[in-house]
């Protein structure tokens, strides 16, 4: 069991599992953070890949394994950084340590795969969030609460893109099937999330994907259907570039949400009958810094998952997408049935 497992006391000290080029990031962040959030340990299959990180960061600990991260009694918390196939390995591994865990997303490669990573999170009884970092921004919370007070009136249809031009290169694991490659997973997890927060869990699903040479998706528009009528219109790509802006669009009004809309601080909207207004926040040091106040938050609290992005939601977030891509018929190397 975690050494933390009730409300959390102290600092949370972050152990990185993977230092790959997200897990800098997340690095900053907690460095960034000024919730009570350290950096105490990092762990890569090369020990020196994990020493040569640890002393870019300032870290204390570095390890030659995963396993050996996980042991680490220093650690409370394990950010999972690894390929999308690995994220319910690592997620397990780091669980069956008691660690409280933040994965990369998307969550993992399906829903079947979620759902036993929630299964053991719960069964341990340690913390568990996927680290979808757009969701924690406090424009969200703010557009939602407008939504919510019928600024827009009925929200009636969400709109988003993300699309970014990358070379082809079908070693990359952007196009490599043994990654999880494809523009779904990597990014268009962002844009099926961005509907679920306002919009809840869909109850059908069309798609369509232009596939590259090694069969994985390079781009992809889907329409979402909720129980209401309202609908999501989506769209995603890694060898186009999008417009990287979205709108909420209500019977008496849309909001739109500047680019770059997955980095969200500035929106307007348009209510029939007023002005345009703006909604704007300082923009974050590093983005990632929210998602790591709200795991500290849970943490001290004695939460084992976060309200604003609950375990379930994240399970039903990978059923739409297993969805998807049922359609296409694109499946990944040793893929479990979803």
């Not at 790959?20 to 950096?39: E, M």
């Not at 990180?53 to 680490?72: K, M, Q, R, T």
């Not at 329409?223 to 417009?243: C, E, F, K, P, W």
């Amino acid at each position: 069991m975690s050494t933390s497992l009730l409300n959390h006391a102290g600092p949370v000290r972050w152990g990185i599992l993977a230092p790959g080029a997200i897990a800098h990031n997340f690095a900053k962040a907690v460095q960034a953070s000024d919730t009570g959030n350290v950096l105490a340990s990092v762990g890569s299959r090369d020990l020196g890949r994990a020493r040569e990180f640890a002393a870019s960061h300032g870290i204390p600990n570095a390890h030659g394994s995963y396993e050996a991260l996980v042991a680490d009694p220093a650690v409370d918390a394990v950010y999972i950084a690894s390929p999308h196939p690995m994220h319910k390995e690592h997620c397990l591994l780091a669980i069956a340590a008691g660690k409280h865990v933040l994965c990369e997303k998307p969550f993992t490669i399906n829903a079947a795969e979620a759902r036993e990573v929630v299964a053991a999170a719960r069964a341990q009884g340690v913390f568990l969030m996927e680290a979808m970092w757009s969701r924690f921004f406090p424009l969200m919370a703010a557009l939602r609460a407008e939504i919510a007070a019928g600024t827009i009136g009925e929200l009636r249809m969400v709109r988003a893109d993300f699309g970014f031009r990358a070379n082809y290169n079908p070693e990359s694991r952007l196009f490599k099937p043994e990654l999880g490659g494809g523009a779904l997973l990597d990014v268009g997890c962002y844009t099926i999330h961005f509907a679920s927060y306002f919009l809840g869990n869909p109850v059908a699903v069309a798609s369509l994907a232009t596939k590259c040479g090694t069969g994985v998706d390079e781009q992809s528009a889907f329409i979402l259907q909720y129980d209401a009528g309202a609908m999501a219109v989506l769209s995603t790509a890694v060898r186009t570039n999008t417009h990287y802006e979205a709108d909420l669009i209500g019977t008496d009004g849309r909001i739109r949400i500047h680019a770059s809309w997955y980095h969200p601080v500035r929106a307007t909207i348009h209510a029939v009958g007023a002005d345009p207004r703006d909604i704007a926040f300082d923009p974050p040091s590093v983005g990632f810094v929210y998602q790591v106040d709200e795991v500290a938050a849970c943490l001290r609290a004695g939460k084992r998952e976060s309200d604003i992005l609950p375990l379930d939601e994240s399970i039903a977030i990978m059923e739409t997408m297993d969805t998807i891509r049922g359609q296409w018929g694109l499946t990944y190397p040793g893929e479990a049935t979803a």
